[in-house]
């Protein structure tokens, strides 16, 4: 299955910031299928969180974080004929 990362920027959260999270992915053959999820329901609405997707991974922007996503967990998904893989990041945002 593929080999999937998270960074997330800026390191420290804050009420206000824009949340970046970069999805890397790696799979031999290459992994087309990558996506997002969160852990309490959908990804926020459209109009707010703004995604990019390529061969290379993902990336989600979220402005504007409140206490509201505090505790969120992120999911970054990838799969290939192999299989597929994954990985989390929980935020705290202060």
């Known amino acids: 299955p593929p080999s999937v990362r998270i960074q997330v920027s800026p390191r420290v ?13 790696t799979g031999n053959p ?5 996506s997002w999820s969160r852990s309490n329901g959908s990804l926020p609405v459209p ?3 703004e995604q990019r997707a390529g061969p290379w991974g993902a990336e989600l922007r979220v402005p ?5 996503d505090n505790g969120d967990t992120y999911s970054c ?3 290939n004929a192999h299989g597929r893989g994954s990985a989390s990041v ?4 202060h």
């Open 13 to 25: 959260l804050r009420e206000g910031d824009t949340l970046v999270l970069s999805c890397s992915v």
């Open 30 to 34: 290459p992994p087309t299928d990558v």
């Open 47 to 49: 109009g707010r969180a």
């Open 64 to 68: 504007d974080l409140g206490p509201g």
């Open 77 to 79: 998904s990838a799969g």
């Open 90 to 93: 929980a935020l705290r945002v």
